[in-house]
């Protein structure tokens, strides 16, 4: 049983930076693609980022293109989310989440393999 154990959220001013970790323990991510999946308060789970399995593609939702980096280390069994220029608009509790298969995490509708508690991240103006 893989569980993911998400920390480095927090509380930023606009315009500050944070880094999320996602840690992975009871077996290897390496056949997984990795993603994370936000909700803000009151609204449905949306996509941010997703790393292929082999860590050399990468992708990301429109709203935090250029501003926020996906990255995993797999002797680490870990994937990052470096969040810079934070918008108050980014406020959500951040999920990592794991699937075989990328294009879910892309075209995220709800239902993902694994999942990780969540950790809050909150932007202040």
């Known amino acids: 049983q893989v569980q993911l154990v998400e920390s480095g959220g927090g509380l930023v001013q606009a315009g500050g930076s944070l880094r999320l970790s996602c840690a992975a323990s009871g077996r290897t991510l390496s056949s997984y693609a990795m993603g994370w999946i936000r909700q803000a308060p009151g609204k449905e789970r949306e996509f941010v980022a997703a790393?292929?399995?082999?860590?050399?593609?990468?992708y990301y939702a429109d709203s935090v293109k250029g501003r926020f980096t996906i990255s995993r280390d797999k002797a680490k069994n870990t994937v990052y989310l470096q969040m810079n220029n934070l918008k108050p608009e980014d406020t959500a509790v951040y999920y990592c989440?794991?699937?075989?298969?990328?294009?879910?995490?892309?075209?995220?509708?709800?239902?993902?393999?694994?999942w990780g508690q969540g950790t809050l991240v909150t932007v202040s103006s």
């Open positions: 989440a794991a699937d075989p298969y990328l294009a879910r995490l892309q075209d995220y509708n709800g239902y993902l393999e694994l």
């Open positions: 790393i292929s399995r082999s860590g050399s593609g990468t």
